[in-house]
């Protein structure tokens, strides 16, 4: 009976967190629309949630002290592959989508022939295929590799490149700076979600928090300042102006993101402020740090949705 609770605990968030992912995509089609496709926007945002939760959890070993890593490892294989499956999926539903979407045919009507097409002649469809291969790797990694630090390495290090791959081919893709900054933006943020998000996944008891929950608000705060400055420098080279804000579909959703990711900035230093000094400390139960994160996850996963729908909005 002692165990059972965490798990009803986690399939609760994680169906709390896909109701959250789907209103957040419905609302970045809504302020887009006409200029997006509902479909594409919720494939997009499912796959770079994925994604982001993939990386966390690869990485999120790290957090803990080098005796106890090995616990972590254990610990987060299991959700690791299975929720690099559901990233792999994810990319391939992308990928056939965006092919049909170019091709200007349904889904149905679409042949592997033209799949390929897609593949080889179009940047899109070449950076889908790199998303794609690492998810895979991921899934395999996690699988069939040794449970080792040396693999906790590899395994961040090829989500963090699957994670980046979509978003260097974007509206930024013939800007090398605006490139540089979206993908800066995107690895910040995937790693300040992703991590807490596997904390909430694998750290059951308040010791545990007390030990990583140090090293999550230190790697926020670089996080933070990362995401802000390089996001800033990429809303000024894509607006022509501040009345984009409210004056297109891009800017609307742009601009309920940065609403977001205020909201979350917030939030982030009150816990960091509160929480993280009564975690530390054995004071705060480890329902009251996963309760927090809960509500800081929920803000996380609709800036993640609302910047799937910007990367997807003409």
């Given at each position: 009976?002692?165990?059972?609770?965490?798990?009803?605990?986690?399939?609760?968030?994680?169906?709390?967190?896909?109701?959250?992912?789907?209103?957040?995509?419905?609302?970045?089609?809504?302020?887009?629309?006409?200029?997006?496709?509902?479909?594409?926007?919720l494939?997009?945002?499912?796959?770079?949630?994925?994604?982001?939760?993939?990386?966390?959890?690869?990485?999120?070993?790290?957090?803990?002290?080098?005796?106890?890593?090995?616990?972590?490892?254990?610990?987060?294989a299991?959700?690791?592959?299975?929720?690099?499956?559901?990233?792999?999926?994810?990319?391939?539903?992308?990928?056939?989508?965006?092919?049909?979407?170019?091709?200007?045919?349904?889904?149905r009507?679409?042949?592997?022939?033209?799949?390929?097409?897609?593949?080889?002649?179009?940047?899109?469809?070449?950076s889908?295929?790199?998303?794609?291969?690492a998810?895979?790797?991921?899934?395999?990694?996690?699988?069939?590799?040794?449970?080792?630090?040396?693999?906790?390495?590899?395994?961040?290090g090829?989500?963090?490149?699957g994670?980046?791959?979509?978003?260097?081919?974007?509206?930024?893709a013939?800007?090398?700076?605006?490139?540089?900054?979206?993908?800066?933006?995107?690895?910040?943020?995937?790693?300040?979600?992703?991590?807490l998000?596997?904390?909430?996944?694998?750290?059951?008891?308040?010791?545990?928090?007390?030990?990583?929950?140090?090293?999550?608000?230190?790697?926020?705060?670089?996080?933070?300042?990362?995401?802000?400055?390089?996001?800033?420098?990429?809303?000024?080279?894509?607006?022509?102006?501040?009345?984009?804000?409210?004056?297109t579909?891009?800017?609307?959703?742009?601009?309920?993101?940065?609403?977001?990711?205020?909201?979350?900035?917030?939030?982030?230093?009150?816990?960091?402020?509160?929480?993280?000094?009564?975690?530390?400390?054995?004071?705060?139960?480890?329902?009251?740090?996963?309760?927090?994160?809960?509500?800081?996850?929920?803000?996380?996963?609709?800036?993640?949705?609302?910047?799937?729908?910007?990367?997807?909005?003409?």
């Amino acid at each position: 009976m002692g165990g059972a609770a965490p798990h009803v605990t986690t399939r609760g968030a994680v169906a709390g967190a896909t109701l959250v992912v789907a209103a957040a995509s419905i609302l970045a089609w809504a302020l887009a629309y006409p200029q997006a496709s509902l479909t594409v926007t919720l494939v997009r945002a499912v796959s770079v949630c994925a994604g982001v939760v993939t990386l966390g959890l690869a990485a999120v070993p790290m957090l803990d002290a080098s005796r106890h890593r090995a616990e972590v490892i254990q610990r987060a294989a299991t959700p690791l592959a299975t929720v690099a499956a559901v990233w792999l999926v994810a990319e391939l539903t992308r990928l056939v989508v965006a092919a049909a979407h170019t091709a200007g045919v349904g889904v149905r009507a679409l042949g592997v022939a033209t799949v390929a097409d897609f593949v080889a002649a179009t940047t899109a469809g070449r950076s889908g295929l790199v998303a794609l291969a690492a998810a895979a790797v991921v899934v395999v990694g996690a699988l069939a590799a040794p449970h080792a630090v040396s693999t906790v390495a590899v395994l961040s290090g090829v989500a963090a490149i699957g994670v980046v791959a979509r978003p260097l081919t974007g509206h930024f893709a013939h800007s090398a700076l605006g490139g540089l900054a979206v993908a800066v933006h995107m690895l910040a943020a995937a790693l300040w979600c992703g991590v807490l998000a596997a904390l909430v996944l694998t750290v059951t008891h308040r010791g545990q928090w007390a030990r990583m929950l140090p090293g999550f608000s230190a790697l926020s705060l670089g996080c933070v300042l990362a995401l802000v400055a390089a996001g800033t420098f990429g809303a000024v080279v894509r607006l022509d102006s501040a009345a984009d804000l409210w004056s297109t579909g891009y800017g609307r959703v742009l601009a309920a993101k940065i609403v977001v990711t205020v909201a979350l900035v917030v939030l982030g230093w009150r816990n960091r402020t509160m929480w993280l000094p009564a975690a530390r400390s054995h004071r705060a139960t480890a329902d009251v740090s996963r309760s927090r994160s809960m509500v800081e996850l929920t803000l996380m996963a609709v800036a993640l949705a609302l910047a799937a729908g910007l990367a997807v909005t003409g």
